[in-house]
């Protein structure tokens, strides 16, 4: 069997389930090919994961981003405005819902920041900052260079402390 062809039969499904109350996103790959489908065992793609540990880990991963400082000595996440970033990352990366409401009432559950998340902050961002994080770029930003530094360590250093391979 031809190893490079496998991943042209694999094919990802992602739902929400409840089992005992507590609802869990599953990740399945299926693997509908009988020739591949035993390596696709073998290598153990098929993964559940529990929406309240996705929630415990980005959590966490803010609490520790609120704590960190940068070169200089200052907080790397200082402004309203950054919640954008953490916005833009847990909508592209982890599927998170777009509604910015509903964002800020995610954050509310998690409870107090050291920078509070509200709506109209991370609503009013507008431009490159309203695009996927893989579109932004600082060229077209217009000049404001550190308004996009500010954002973009926050967005970068976010991904490292998920663990997403972006």
Not at 18 to 46: C, F, M, R, W, Y
Not at 69 to 77: A, E, K, P, Q, V
Not at 99 to 106: G, L, P
Request: hydrophobic letters at 35%; proline letters at 2%.
């Amino acid at each position: 069997m031809d190893k490079n062809k496998k991943g042209r039969d694999t094919y990802i499904n992602m739902f929400f389930g409840s089992l005992n109350g507590n609802v869990e996103q599953h990740i399945v790959v299926s693997n509908n090919n009988p020739e591949t489908k035993a390596d696709a065992d073998d290598e153990g793609l098929a993964v559940s994961r529990s929406h309240s540990e996705e929630q415990t880990d980005v959590a966490e991963a803010i609490t520790e981003l609120m704590g960190e400082m940068d070169d200089n000595g200052n907080w790397l996440f200082c402004k309203q405005s950054q919640w954008i970033a953490v916005y833009r990352i847990l909508v592209d990366y982890l599927g998170w819902n777009s509604e910015y409401r509903d964002f800020c009432r995610r954050m509310d559950r998690f409870g107090s920041f050291r920078v509070p998340c509200n709506e109209y902050t991370v609503k009013r961002i507008d431009g490159i900052f309203g695009k996927p994080f893989s579109k932004w770029d600082r060229n077209m930003f217009n000049g404001a260079g550190a308004v996009f530094e500010r954002q973009y360590k926050v967005a970068r250093r976010l991904i490292e402390l998920l663990g997403l391979e972006v």
